[in-house]
């Protein structure tokens, strides 16, 4: 479920509007009041609470392959989002039914041109769609609860929450195209000396996100962040068909922020000689034994395994695997680490994180929430929905535009009371390979991202996509580079094999795909030694790389040299 952003966002941009009182978020809370107290007076059944949010995008974007400009872009988007409670707390048209996901709002393409009629007369239509809809569904629910079995959590469908009131200046967007194409093009000209390399793309992108909340308990928000990447990717294909993909990220708040054109000369050669040695590499073999983890690859471990089992809703959920919800106060993972994850956190090691914020997609306030202590786990990740013995939100529901919210993760966050220095965990693995008496142990330097399953009736594993592996051998020969492998494993079993730490933390900034939809994330680590871990083959295409040799650069191409 963790995706890279390799395919999302960067460019240039940021001043802040000077505060204001807010037109767009006056039109949406006049109408949103309008609508619940006529909805109120006149509907059977009448709402009992309704929201809206509009998020604001403003991006830019250039990408350049091999010294050319493939393709710029920039634009602003609008999109509204409704939600309209009817019945009551204890049971209303968002109850959850087992093989039924409620889906109520649409993300319906809202002007951005400030115009109060035009605003209104499309909340006005949305929040009419969504009535019908919300009282349609409440009916079936009323009916459905009187023939089937009763749930194992019978908690309510919303919690009571304080209404918020916030406005900030928010972040306009401010791109200088042609200074970003003329870097993306020079960095991009360096992956033609590799011959080996089929493509290679540089993407630099920048957005803003602005969101607009008002509900009729009075919430009234206004806050934004802006978000820069630089994304280079290299992608060739080995004599055996097996497709192979290098890459490196940057990120940053600001575009300011983002690294020197000769540490991102640095890092793209890396790339392209990180692919160039996998061409040469020897195929992965299936096997199972101790290895270390990077805090890259650790945090997307940790994102996979872990991070996904203890979002509420999946507590509730009796279509799920429910991995750790009798698991309160219990020990779930070793007693020398714990998981927090902080939305309010800007900055781990030295980068810019990607998956904070102010408030969530239902106003509720960014905090800071400490799941596992000591091994023990604590609470669960929380939205408005409430789980039995958890009545509140923590801050944690969130969504792409157009789906409905459920609780997701932020910026998980890996501490460790057992943590040394790099090289002794590395020493740390040659013993343990020894006293299993391996033939080797594994290094995973980096990850791609991964995917786990959660549901009931699907299998309760995970997958984690390692692009840089190597051998580790207790002889002392030199560590192996070796390709096509794929990380799998069972969450339980998985955790009770950590060992130690290092004490270095790294950031892995993603987004991560769920219910949902893609919601910025990061996850930082330090890296971590498992007593057992097992590898299995990828899977590969029969074709083989291309039979024609790479062109040669002539004057009949014409373009910049």
């Not at 080996?196 to 962040?225: C, K, N, P, W």
């Amino acid at each position: 479920m963790f995706k890279p952003a390799r395919l999302a966002l960067l460019l240039s941009f940021a001043s802040l509007a000077p505060a204001q009182t807010s037109f767009l978020l006056d039109a949406l809370t006049e109408e949103l009041n309008r609508n619940f107290r006529i909805l109120k007076e006149k509907a059977d059944p009448a709402p009992y609470f309704m929201s809206c949010e509009v998020t604001d995008l403003e991006f830019a974007s250039v990408s350049a392959s091999l010294g050319v400009i493939q393709n710029t872009g920039q634009g602003r988007s609008r999109a509204l989002d409704v939600s309209v409670r009817v019945g009551s707390p204890h049971l209303d048209n968002y109850h959850r039914v087992r093989g039924d996901r409620a889906q109520f709002t649409s993300g319906v393409m809202l002007t951005y041109e400030d115009n109060a009629n035009a605003i209104k007369r499309r909340l006005w239509m949305e929040t009419d769609r969504a009535y019908r809809a919300a009282a349609e569904r409440l009916i079936k629910i009323r009916t459905s609860s009187r023939v089937k079995v009763a749930e194992e959590d019978d908690s309510d469908d919303f919690s009571a929450e304080e209404p918020a009131r916030f406005q900030q200046p928010v972040p306009r967007l401010k791109f200088d195209a042609g200074e970003w194409a003329e870097r993306a093009r020079r960095l991009s000209t360096r992956f033609r000396q590799y011959p080996g390399i089929l493509t290679a793309r540089v993407t630099v992108m920048a957005q803003t996100d602005t969101r607009y909340f008002a509900s009729t308990e009075g919430s009234r928000l206004e806050h934004g962040r802006g978000y820069a990447r630089v994304i280079v990717t290299a992608t060739a294909k080995a004599d055996d068909g097996t497709d192979l993909t290098t890459g490196q990220t940057w990120e940053a708040v600001d575009p300011a922020g983002l690294p020197s054109d000769e540490v991102l000369r640095t890092g793209s050669d890396q790339v392209a000689k990180d692919l160039t040695a996998l061409l040469r590499a020897p195929a992965a073999e299936p096997f199972v034994g101790p290895a270390i983890f990077s805090g890259r690859s650790a945090g997307v471990f940790f994102h996979e395994i872990f991070g996904h089992r203890i979002e509420g809703h999946r507590q509730k959920d009796e279509s799920e695997g429910q991995t750790f919800t009798q698991s309160v106060g219990t020990k779930v993972l070793p007693d020398f680490l714990g998981v927090v994850f902080d939305p309010t956190a800007r900055k781990a090691a030295g980068v810019d994180l990607n998956g904070w914020y102010l408030y969530d997609d239902e106003g509720i306030k960014a905090r800071p929430v400490t799941v596992v202590e000591n091994g023990v786990l604590k609470t669960f990740l929380m939205s408005r929905s409430p789980i039995r013995g958890f009545e509140h939100s923590n801050g944690h529901g969130r969504r792409q535009p157009g789906l409905e919210v459920v609780s997701r993760q932020s910026n998980l966050l890996v501490q460790s009371s057992r943590a040394v220095p790099d090289a002794e965990l590395r020493k740390l693995l040659l013993e343990e390979i020894r006293r299993q008496n391996k033939p080797y142990g594994l290094y995973f330097q980096d990850i791609t991202g991964g995917f786990t399953t959660t549901a009931r009736s699907g299998l309760q594993a995970f997958k984690v996509i390692p692009v840089v592996v190597y051998r580790v051998y207790p002889d002392g020969r030199p560590d192996q580079l070796v390709r096509g492998a794929d990380i799998v494993g069972t969450p339980l079993a998985s955790f009770a094999k950590i060992l130690a730490t290092s004490n270095r933390q790294e950031v892995f900034n993603g987004y991560c795909g769920a219910e949902s939809g893609n919601v910025p994330v990061s996850a930082v680590a330090p890296a971590i030694l498992v007593s057992e871990i097992e590898i299995e083959k990828k899977a590969k295409s029969q074709d083989r790389p291309p039979l024609l040799p790479v062109p040669e650069a002539g004057a009949g191409q014409g373009g910049r040299k």
